[in-house]
């Protein structure tokens, strides 16, 4: 067997490796989205369902930041270790613990003196206030809890040991739907008790890892050293496409939502409340593989190996073309009993929305996660530029004029409509600056 063989294969070893660990661990963390979406659904009612829904854009936003500083210092740090420049990562990493902490800090204060202003602003009113407020306010205070439990995620499976970042999300997630459960039925404490679970999840993510540093199996640490804007902007940048993608679930829930009250009221929000909240279950499964390709693809950047980078990125774009496929065709096939699991009161014109929205809606999943996949590729060569707009255009600058358009000339059907032409609009573009990167590439060598 030859050499370019045995690399070969050894790649798709630790292809696999990372990228199902990763997609197990994102499954995990959707799965206790779901476990609220559930346990608020059939404990609390539809006036909880409707509340969760309002107020997951604010939770979207704490986590995004969460998520934007954990993947950008990752990557940065998996770029250096294959350059064999240890210190250097080690001086990013501690300096991203502090903004981290800082920025927690933040968000916390925010919740405290802000949270029935957020909620007001989000289209809360009457019941649904104190709903809305009892989640975003406790939500809030575990701020700091997110943001270094998204950091050493990041760092350890950076660090070369995905199967404890996974086993930290998955000890949190299957924590917060037992947590749910608990606190929801037996002890009976609403919203606060959904927004309790999922604020002691990170914490007890943190605690499964505090046995790898104090045995010293890491091989990042903190270290002495002064805040760099330079270092600082480094980290941002490669974080910001993952950041733009997870806030633009809570942006798209957000103009969903307004404009759904606006066409039919509450009843079509908690409809698409069920819809969101699936939603976020496959993007989060998306996520997974664009998480498990970036250690490979930074790592084998930042030693030189181009084809390994290549080999990694066809992969990364074949199964999550696959895996779409297959989560559509799931999704299609059995609607009636996905919906019912959310229809404690067996709301006919809740059913009727839900179904037809799932229909159209989960059809932008044949390719968002190609499209998430080529996100994950860009980043991981800290190619913040593409990266940047091809996060921008799906999650952001296409959805509003989109969703007005389409809306205002086919009502709730254009609504669902919406996500589909974004996703393939944001195809093109994506497959258009990969194509510019290969030519680039070609001229340089």
């Known amino acids: ?24 661990s994102m499954i995990g963390f959707s799965a206790f989205i779901l476990a609220d979406t559930y346990f608020i659904a059939n404990g609390v009612g539809k ?6 829904n309002l107020v997951i854009p604010a939770y979207t936003v704490v986590y995004a930041m969460s998520l934007l500083i954990g993947s950008g210092v990752g990557t940065v740090y998996a770029i250096f270790r294959g350059q064999e420049r240890a210190r250097k990562g080690n001086e990013v990493f501690t300096q991203m613990i502090i903004l981290g902490i800082f920025i927690g800090l933040l968000f916390t204060l925010t919740g405290l003196l802000y949270s029935k202003e957020i909620v007001t602003l989000l289209g809360a009113e009457g019941v649904l206030t104190e709903l809305s407020h009892d989640y975003t306010k406790t939500v809030f205070n575990f701020s700091v809890a997110f943001m270094v439990n998204s950091i050493l995620v990041s760092m350890v499976r950076n660090d070369g040991h995905p199967k404890l970042a996974m086993t930290a999300m998955m000890t949190g997630s299957l924590s917060n739907i037992l947590l749910d459960y608990i606190f929801i039925y037996p002890m009976k404490l609403g919203m606060f008790g959904a927004a309790l679970a999922t604020g ?3 914490l007890l993510s943190i605690l499964v890892m505090v046995p790898f540093f ?28 993952t950041f733009i993608t997870e806030l633009s679930s809570g942006l798209v ?7 759904i009250l606006h066409y039919i009221g509450d009843i079509g929000v908690a409809a698409y409340g069920i819809i969101a909240n699936l939603a976020l279950i496959l993007i989060a499964i998306f ?17 030189g190996n181009k084809e390994n980078v290549r080999r990694t990125l066809r992969l990364g774009v074949i199964l999550s073309a696959v895996l779409g496929a297959a989560l559509y065709l799931l999704f299609a096939s059995y609607p009636d009993e996905i919906i019912r699991a959310f229809n404690s009161e067996n709301n006919l014109e809740l059913y009727q929305i839900a179904k037809e929205g799932m229909r159209i809606y989960f059809s932008s999943f044949l390719i968002a996660g190609v499209n998430i996949t080529i996100i994950s590729y860009f980043s991981a060569k800290a190619k913040a530029r593409p990266s940047f707009i091809i996060s921008l255009m799906r999650g952001i600058m296409l959805i509003p004029p989109i969703l007005f358009i389409f809306a205002s000339n086919m009502g709730i059907n254009g609504v669902w409509m919406t996500i589909p032409i974004v996703e393939l609009i944001t195809f093109m573009i994506a497959v258009s600056l990969l194509v510019l990167e290969r030519k680039k590439s070609r001229q340089i060598s």
């Open 47 to 52: 006036d909880g369902l409707v509340a969760l």
């Open 1 to 24: 067997m030859n050499s370019v063989s045995v690399e070969k294969k050894k790649l798709y070893r630790t292809f696999l490796k990372y990228v199902s660990l990763n997609v197990i």
């Open 287 to 303: 996520s997974g593989i664009g998480q498990g390709i970036q250690p490979i693809i930074s790592f084998n950047h930042g030693s």
């Open 214 to 241: 104090v045995k010293k199996q890491n091989r990042f640490k903190l270290v002495k050293t002064a805040l760099r804007l330079k270092d600082i902007g480094r980290v941002i940048s490669i974080g910001i496409p």
């Open 200 to 202: 002691i999840a990170p």
């Open 253 to 259: 829930i957000l103009i969903f939502n307004l404009v």
